[in-house]
């Protein structure tokens, strides 16, 4: 692993002001939780930072990450262009930053679509990006109890949060999202 400070430096150099300080919350949020569900901070804390590192990159740009790598587009993300950056920042953080843990870039490369089965740390890096203090939403507050109360109590009310935004605004929703959120729903039906 790199040193954080290391790592912390450039990733800076890779965003904007605002997408770095939504990556720094992003590192501090799933530090936070990977305490809480005891899990290595160290490595969550990297993952969050590293989630972004191609957002704000044209799409030339994530398309030869992503061509150059193991990280492949499935046919949904294809059609939004928003999803791309994340298997792109798992190729550049495996070829650039050197990261060669499957775990941690797992975690970075599924963190905008999630899906069922995550590991740990994946469902640690998908909750902390939609959580951090840089969110405001309608509903985020909520989610952020939820997510201190159970992993799987997080997860749901951020599915809910995004499907319902996606919806609001005529935006595909990927399946691994909705077979997420189902999966989740018929574990709490399960355990009632």
Not at 41 to 57: S, V
Not at 76 to 87: G, N
Not at 160 to 182: A, F, Q
Request: hydrophobic share 40%.
């Amino acid at each position: 692993m790199l040193d954080n400070n290391k790592l912390l430096v450039k990733v800076k150099k890779c965003l904007d002001e605002k997408r770095f300080n939504h990556s720094l919350s992003t590192a501090e949020m799933a530090q936070k939780l990977a305490e809480e569900y005891s899990y290595d901070t160290e490595k969550a804390y990297q993952a969050g930072l590293l989630h972004d590192i191609c957002r704000g990159c044209s799409l030339s740009r994530l398309e030869l990450w992503i061509s150059e790598s193991r990280w492949q587009l499935d046919i949904w993300e294809k059609q939004v262009p928003a999803l791309i950056h994340s298997p792109a920042s798992a190729a550049r953080a495996e070829k650039e930053f050197g990261i060669n843990d499957s775990e941690l870039l797992e975690a970075v490369r599924y963190h905008s679509i999630g899906y069922d089965g995550m590991s740990r740390l994946t469902s640690i890096i998908f909750l902390a990006d939609k959580i951090d203090s840089s969110r405001s939403y309608p509903g985020v507050e909520s989610a952020r109890k939820a997510a201190f109360r159970s992993l799987d109590e997080g997860l749901m009310k951020v599915c809910r949060n995004t499907i319902g935004y996606l919806l609001e605004n005529d935006v595909l929703i990927h399946p691994n999202t909705l077979i997420l959120r189902n999966s989740l729903l018929r574990r709490k039906e399960a355990d009632e």
